[in-house]
């Protein structure tokens, strides 16, 4: 087990939440500001404008007016994605209100479903070019046969000496030109397929990073961090090599959101994310799994080595003193707990990570703030 420190302000630098987040949420020209008239109370007339009627349903559902919740509510009230609203009317029927973390997980599974859309298309366009492509080569081919065996039986014709040599050139010759010209024509559309390809290839790359990134930080979402264990896992098994996993769980996150606003919890969430990305090492692989829990992957490393790496990225955070300048609020300091197993033989991916949440879960009974590998709890 490996037990976190103490946090020591000795030999630190104080962080604030200038240097640490930024400017405020109130100065964030990205963040939409709502003004009190449009956050009219349920006793006050509907306002009657979308911009409005917005801020009316953050208020009414506690939202803060971060991007993705005015977003969220756009699509809402416009009825612009249909599944979107039958799951906010779902969420508002079983809680009685739009929760954060159900509004969050609301708005990601719309923006990998518009992901999942657009790759549609961009495929369909793929194959209807491949297809056109596909036509042109048969044309070309064809031409190209039937070119061939005109020049046969010219040849044969004047070799027979049954057409004058001078006409069956000039045909031969008004053939050939002909068949430059469809050459031509193809070889064009050839080019402009080839630039629209190349196009196509870019946005379908574009495309799938995003429905395989999480929006919030940039990492891999759990779909794609499982697809890659999935591929890790079976190249281990094949070469015998050991594979590590390593749950994360941020401290209290409910409190940190509670106390200071969602717009701080996602920049402590960006925050958590960098600080992984950053010091588990290049050989590392870094997801979200969601909410407040991250996923790191460790490929060839053994747990102990794996469990040392993640606590020296938890000790350093937890010596990080984060206070608001602009209100001289102390912000506290934010801490993870983190559960690490590593593959057994013929061990699936589902039971691996079961094994590192219940490790994850040990850390958390054991006070927090802590690293724990599955066995030696």
């Known amino acids: 087990m490996y037990e976190g420190k103490p946090p020591s302000s000795a030999g630190r630098k104080g962080w604030s939440f200038d240097a640490l987040f930024g400017r405020s949420p109130a100065d964030d020209p990205a963040v939409p500001v709502v003004q009190a008239s449009a956050l009219a109370?349920?006793?006050?007339?509907?306002?009657?404008?979308?911009?409005?009627?917005?801020?009316?349903?953050?208020?009414?559902?506690?939202?803060?007016?971060?991007?993705?919740?005015?977003?969220?509510?756009?699509?809402?009230?416009?009825?612009?994605?249909?599944?979107?609203?039958?799951?906010?009317?779902a969420a508002i029927a079983r809680d009685g209100l739009l929760r954060h973390d159900v509004a969050a997980e609301i708005a990601e599974a719309a923006s990998s479903r518009v992901s999942s859309d657009l790759l549609g298309k961009l495929i369909d366009q793929a194959h209807r070019s491949v297809t056109l492509a596909a036509a042109l080569v048969g044309q070309s081919r064809t031409d190209a046969s039937a070119y061939g065996?005109?020049?046969?039986?010219?040849?044969?014709?004047?070799?027979?000496?049954?057409?004058?040599?001078?006409?069956?050139?000039?045909?031969?010759?008004?053939?050939?030109?002909?068949?430059?010209?469809?050459?031509?024509?193809?070889?064009?559309?050839?080019?402009?397929?080839?630039?629209?390809?190349?196009?196509?290839?870019?946005?379908?790359?574009?495309?799938?990073?995003?429905?395989?990134?999480?929006?919030?930080?940039?990492?891999?979402?759990?779909?794609?961090?499982?697809?890659?264990?999935?591929?890790?896992?079976?190249?281990?098994?094949?070469?015998?090599?050991?594979?590590?996993?390593?749950?994360?769980?941020?401290?209290?996150?409910?409190?940190?959101?509670?106390?200071?606003?969602?717009?701080?919890?996602?920049?402590?969430?960006?925050?958590?994310?960098?600080?992984?990305?950053?010091?588990?090492?290049?050989?590392?692989?870094?997801?979200?799994?969601?909410g407040e829990e991250f996923l790191i992957l460790f490929d060839g490393i053994m747990a102990r080595r794996a469990a040392m790496r993640v606590d020296e990225v938890r000790d350093e955070l937890s010596g990080r003193h984060l206070v608001s300048k602009t209100t001289g609020e102390p912000l506290g300091?934010?801490?993870?707990?983190?559960?690490?197993?590593?593959?057994?033989a013929g061990e699936d991916d589902g039971a691996m990570l079961r094994r590192a949440d219940e490790a994850l879960y040990a850390a958390k009974n054991g006070g927090r703030n802590r690293v724990v590998i599955h066995g030696e709890e």
């Open 149 to 290: 065996s005109a020049l046969d039986r010219g040849s044969a014709a004047i070799e027979a000496g049954g057409e004058p040599a001078g006409r069956a050139l000039e045909l031969m010759a008004e053939l050939t030109r002909t068949m430059i010209d469809k050459t031509n024509d193809a070889e064009r559309r050839l080019v402009e397929m080839g630039s629209q390809m190349s196009s196509l290839q870019g946005e379908l790359a574009e495309a799938q990073a995003v429905a395989e990134s999480d929006p919030l930080t940039g990492l891999a979402n759990r779909r794609a961090f499982q697809s890659r264990l999935a591929r890790a896992m079976a190249q281990a098994a094949a070469e015998g090599t050991p594979l590590s996993v390593a749950f994360c769980d941020i401290d209290h996150f409910k409190s940190i959101n509670d106390s200071h606003g969602h717009d701080t919890g996602d920049r402590i969430l960006k925050m958590v994310a960098e600080a992984l990305v950053e010091g588990v090492g290049e050989d590392a692989f870094v997801g979200r799994f969601g």
């Open 41 to 89: 109370g349920p006793d006050e007339a509907a306002p009657t404008d979308l911009f409005g009627r917005i801020g009316g349903f953050l208020r009414t559902h506690r939202l803060d007016p971060s991007p993705v919740n005015y977003d969220l509510a756009y699509q809402y009230l416009g009825g612009h994605d249909p599944a979107l609203v039958a799951s906010v009317d």
């Open 333 to 344: 300091t934010v801490t993870f707990s983190a559960g690490v197993a590593q593959l057994l």
